[in-house]
């Protein structure tokens, strides 16, 4: 089972306000939301999505590719991911979360980290602070540290790195540089779709643009 938190879509990704005009907002989160839940949908070794989310534009959405969805319980990120992982999926299953914010994931990259993934183990984000995935055995809670510093945080409370070639797994989406560097990646249909529709599609070169 694989778990993705999504805020409301007018208060997701602060840092990223800027990068594109104010009113799009919310459409720029949403394209990375469906590219990022896309990717892991197309994975082999994903049974099934789960969405915790309370926004109903972002229900619909995921909804509509196939994943499931399921009640934000309103106490933060790490609470909506245990919720997700060790209550709705349950503890009996291999459960991973992910961030949301990954419209440059690629399915063979998820694959290839959850294939890794034989103990609690995470993946750090590029810059090697944050933490993009976190994965569990059955009968193992998931005890998430998401926040400033999780990968430390994850490490500590004795979850193993994992440490991939896996570049659009590792790309979140925080400031409008992340948001560059994962057009340079190749990011997914619907996000390279809402940037070319505003002109923004400069930063992608055209390998990475292509199809």
């Not at 590719?65 to 992982?85: T, Y």
């Not at 055995?137 to 440490?163: C, I, K, N, Q, V």
């Not at 529709?197 to 292509?210: E, I």
Request: charge should be negative; proline fraction near 8%.
């Amino acid at each position: 089972m694989t778990v993705v938190p999504v805020k409301g879509l007018s208060a997701a990704k602060s840092r990223l306000r800027g990068a594109v005009p104010e009113e799009r907002h919310p459409e720029l989160v949403l394209a990375m939301v469906r590219d990022t839940a896309l990717a892991v949908l197309s994975a082999t070794t994903v049974a099934e999505l789960i969405i915790v989310t309370d926004d109903p534009v972002v229900a619909a959405a995921v909804r509509e590719l196939g994943a499931k969805v399921a009640p934000d319980p309103g106490a933060g990120l790490n609470a909506a991911l245990r919720f997700g992982a060790d209550e709705v999926a349950g503890l009996d299953a291999y459960r991973a979360v992910l961030t949301g914010d990954l419209p440059a994931l690629r399915p063979a990259q998820l694959d290839a980290a959850l294939a890794a993934a034989d103990r609690r183990t995470f993946v750090p984000d590029a810059e090697g602070t944050g933490t993009v995935l976190l994965a569990v055995p059955p009968r193992e809670s998931l005890d998430p540290r998401f926040g400033p510093g999780s990968a430390a945080a994850h490490r500590a409370s004795g979850a193993t790195p994992l440490a991939g070639d896996w570049p659009g797994l590792r790309q979140d989406v925080d400031t409008p540089a992340d948001l560059a560097a994962v057009l340079r990646l190749g990011a997914g249909e619907r996000t390279r779709a809402l940037l070319r529709d505003l002109g923004l599609s400069q930063a992608c070169t055209p390998a990475a643009c292509a199809g």
